[in-house]
């Protein structure tokens, strides 16, 4: 019987058919899993502004990112200069909760400093 033939009355015996000839074929079950896709990513940014302190915005990146000193302070003044910096990119949650930490403490010591997120 040629591998066409077998692969043939495989099917047939796995659809509940019997060709009469009686061999014992039996079914190969083959499970596929889903591939899982990425979460999308999303960039964390904050936004210049004339009066939240450069001090402060190095403390915030320190505090909430784990920068060190002298990352924090290059980004800082990256957002002085341009307007903006993207801080970190982080799933939907983690960047979610980053801002509003951010705003939250932002607000407490009275500054308009803002921090956004957008996706990747």
Do not use: W
């Amino acid at each position: 019987m040629t591998m066409q033939g077998m692969t043939t009355r495989m099917a047939v015996r796995m659809a509940g058919r019997d060709d009469g000839e009686g061999d014992d074929l039996t079914g190969i079950k083959v499970e596929t899993r889903p591939r899982t896709k990425r979460p999308p990513l999303y960039k964390v940014l904050i936004l210049n502004d004339d009066y939240t302190p450069m001090e402060f915005v190095v403390h915030v990146l320190e505090r909430f990112f784990g920068l060190s000193h002298a990352q924090a302070f290059e980004i800082m003044l990256t957002v002085h200069k341009k307007g903006l910096a993207v801080v970190g990119v982080f799933s939907y949650e983690i960047a979610e909760t980053k801002v509003a930490q951010v705003m939250d403490f932002a607000q407490r010591h009275q500054h308009p400093l803002q921090c956004t997120m957008e996706r990747e």
